[in-house]
T-cell receptor
Framework: NAGVTQTPKFQVLKTGQSMTLQCAQD?????MYWYRQDPGMGLRLIYY???????DKGEVPNGYNVSRLNKREFSLRLESAAPSQTSVYFC??????????????FGEGSRLTVL | GENVEQHPSTLSVQEGDSAVIKCTYS??????FPWYKQELGKRPQLIID?????GEKKDQRIAVTLNKTAKHFSLHITETQPEDSAVYFC?????????????FGKGNQVVVIP
């Protein structure tokens, strides 16, 4: 099993450009997440999907959109990138849905720089 | 929503000594409290977790204690080794939302001095 796979690992954008971060998991997990990590700020939830076909905003959703394409894939889109979106983005998944909370499995991260 | 705070932000310990990191949370409905370890340039990985129906859990050199009345939980690392040097994140689920959303603290940098 590959676990949680994110692409791309690195990306440089100019302000105003758009891009999509892709995430896929092969563990048959129900929940998927997108977090961003900034120095001294910990991990902040951008969007969350408890199951295929459902998405919910997290702590910092502004400037982002998501799509839960199927049970395996959860993409994060930046429609018009801003320098404030420079960050490391982590996708994660969990076997839990809306019931008992459980372990999150993280991808390797995607480092995004917006100039 | 849930607010999770960690103290201290940086902790330096001599190899072989113990390290303790404390976290507080705000949501009285939270019932799941994991700890994640993140080595430099790597992804966060779960090292131990505890649910609200127990007060303490141990796994070799690592233990977590939970005080639900005071809304705080702590990570204890005994006999620290250089490979314990990392950033440690505590988290709590947003119990009122009835789902698996986790709110993370800002992290503690632990440095083990050989």
């Amino acid at each position: 099993n590959a676990g949680v796979t994110q692409t791309p690992k690195f990306q440089v954008l100019k302000t105003g450009q758009s891009m999509t971060l892709q995430c896929a998991q092969d563990m048959n997990h129900n929940s998927m997440y997108w977090y961003r990590q900034d120095p001294g700020m910990g991990l902040r939830l951008i969007y969350y999907s408890a199951s295929e076909g459902t998405t919910d905003k997290g702590e910092v959703p502004n400037g982002y959109n998501v799509s839960r394409l199927n049970k395996r894939e959860f993409s994060l889109r930046l429609e018009s990138a801003a320098p404030s979106q420079t960050s490391v983005y982590f996708c994660a998944s969990s076997v839990s849905g809306t019931g008992v909370a459980g372990e999150l499995f993280f991808g390797e991260g995607s480092r995004l720089t917006v100039l | 929503g849930e607010n999770v705070e960690q103290h201290p932000s940086t902790l330096s310990v001599q190899e072989g000594d113990s390290a303790v990191i404390k976290c507080t949370y705000s949501d009285s409905a939270s019932n799941y409290f994991p700890w994640y370890k993140q080595e430099l340039g790597k992804r966060p990985q779960l090292i131990i977790d505890i649910r609200s129906n127990v007060g303490e859990k141990k796994d070799q050199r690592i233990a977590v204690t939970l005080n639900k009345t005071a809304k705080h939980f702590s990570l204890h690392i005994t006999e620290t080794q250089p490979e314990d040097s990392a950033v440690y994140f505590c988290a709590a689920n947003e119990g009122l939302r009835g789902n698996n959303r986790l709110a993370f603290g800002k992290g503690n940098q632990v440095v083990v001095i050989p």
